[in-house]
T-cell receptor, first 116, second 117 residues
Framework: GQQLNQSPQSMFIQEGEDVSMNCTSS?????WLWYKQDPGEGPVLLIA?????ELTSNGRLTAQFGITRKDSFLNISASIPSDVGIYFC????????????????FGQGTILTVHP | GAGVSQSPRYKVAKRGQDVALRCDPI?????LFWYQQALGQGPEFLTY????????KSGLPSDRFFAERPEGSVSTLKIQRTQQEDSAVYLC???????????????FGSGTQLSVL
């Protein structure tokens, strides 16, 4: 099946620094999603990308849908302590229709720690 | 309630015991999903319901796992004869869309953390 590889696995940064993380796949995705998961909670959607080359922002977060459709990037500017958590990329199977649209494949996550 | 509610939050089971995990989706949401999240990993799809119909159960790891949603609202994930490898967080998610194809925003619950001793 499709697999998503995230890097780095973890990051330790100082408050105020910018953060970059990425997600790659061996197969094409038609939608890229970025989620954040806080400890003891479920994932929460941050940004959704639908077209190759698309660049979308949500506050201090910016994500890009790679041209090859096999990768995506998430940047966080001017990090703050509440950015701490696990960031996941995810996507529905390409060519999925019918019953499969909510059947997401997730990466293994990037753990972000922000030091005040 | 305003969000997806799961109970219990924590469950400790002895190996071989049966467990039942409950999910209350957002009111009016047609679609319901169960995911399993092992420690240090991303969530993995288990099964999907549209109303009361279980349309995809391809992710259920064995026949010890069973899910139901008899009235198209609350869902229960049952695990029979639990094994240590079943220890994980079980996440439920719901979405509104009735449409097939395309993508729709999923709302996740906080999960049930299952520990099998």
């Amino acid at each position: 099946g499709q697999q998503l590889n995230q890097s780095p696995q973890s990051m330790f940064i100082q408050e105020g620094e910018d953060v970059s993380m990425n997600c790659t796949s061996s197969s094409i995705f038609n939608t890229w999603l970025w989620y954040k998961q806080d400890p003891g909670e479920g994932p929460v959607l941050l940004i959704a990308l639908y077209k190759a080359g698309e660049l979308t922002s949500n506050g201090r977060l910016t994500a890009q849908f790679g041209i090859t459709r096999k990768d995506s990037f998430l940047n966080i500017s001017a990090s703050i302590p509440s950015d701490v958590g696990i960031y996941f990329c995810a996507g529905p199977p390409s060519g999925a229709g019918g019953t499969s649209y909510g059947k997401l494949t997730f990466g293994q996550g990037t753990i972000l720690t922000v030091h005040p | 309630g305003a969000g997806v509610s799961q109970s219990p939050r924590y469950k400790v089971a002895k190996r071989g015991q049966d467990v039942a995990l409950r999910c209350d989706p957002i009111s009016g949401h047609v679609s319901l999903f169960w995911y399993q999240q092992a420690l240090g990993q991303g969530p993995e799809f288990l099964t999907y319901f549209q109303n009361e119909a279980q349309l995809d159960k391809s992710g259920l790891p064995s026949d010890r796992f069973f899910a139901e949603r008899p009235e198209g609202s609350v869902s229960t994930l049952k695990i029979q004869r639990t094994q240590q490898e079943d220890s994980a967080v079980y996440l439920c998610a719901s979405s509104y869309s009735r449409l097939s194809g395309g993508w729709e925003k999923l709302f996740f619950g906080s999960g049930t953390q299952l520990s099998v001793l």
